[in-house]
């Protein structure tokens, strides 16, 4: 029988390492609602109410807590990398604003340029107080509190529960 070829053992290998490398692929996915820039292009301030923008775009993400009830739809593009954390690398934010009537103000889009990226320093947050070891934790209460039974009344001295 022959031996096989020093080009196909090689070839066997890439093959081999392009099935490894292809699953190592980010994985991307969607969160929220899918942003339908037709049905966004309908709305019309000072024709549309609530009923026809929860008909056309369909039920908010959220409604605003305070002041008018604004609608807000939020749509997100999440990947993650093989052995990573997932990272957002879309995001939009539609807003639409109603008058106290209840008709359409205005529709606001926004994007990753309003979001804060922040950077916490160490791992740990500082608290106030004292640093208090094992030893302190486990037996620190013994004796802080008068013990049990032994309340700070006198007891009463005359027949009735009162004393009397």
Do not use: W
């Amino acid at each position: 029988m022959r031996e096989v070829g020093p080009k196909i053992r090689t070839a066997g290998m890439a093959l081999a390492l392009v099935a490894l490398v292809g699953g190592c692929a980010s994985i991307r996915d969607h969160r929220g609602y899918l942003v339908d820039q037709t049905l966004l292009d309908s709305i019309q301030p000072g024709v549309d109410n609530r009923l026809s923008v929860e008909r056309s775009l369909g039920r908010p993400t959220f409604v605003s807590q305070f002041g008018n009830e604004d609608y807000y739809y939020v749509s997100q593009i999440v990947k993650t990398p093989p052995f990573g954390r997932p990272r957002t690398s879309e995001e939009t934010i539609l807003r639409v604003r109603f008058d106290p009537a209840g008709n359409v103000v205005a529709v606001d889009k926004r994007g990753m340029e309003q979001v804060a990226r922040i950077s916490p320093e160490g791992d740990k947050t500082d608290t106030l107080g004292r640093h208090r070891s094992l030893l302190e934790d486990l037996f620190g209460n013994i004796g802080a509190v008068g013990a049990g039974g032994m309340g700070g009344t006198a007891a009463p001295s005359g027949p009735g529960p009162n004393g009397s």
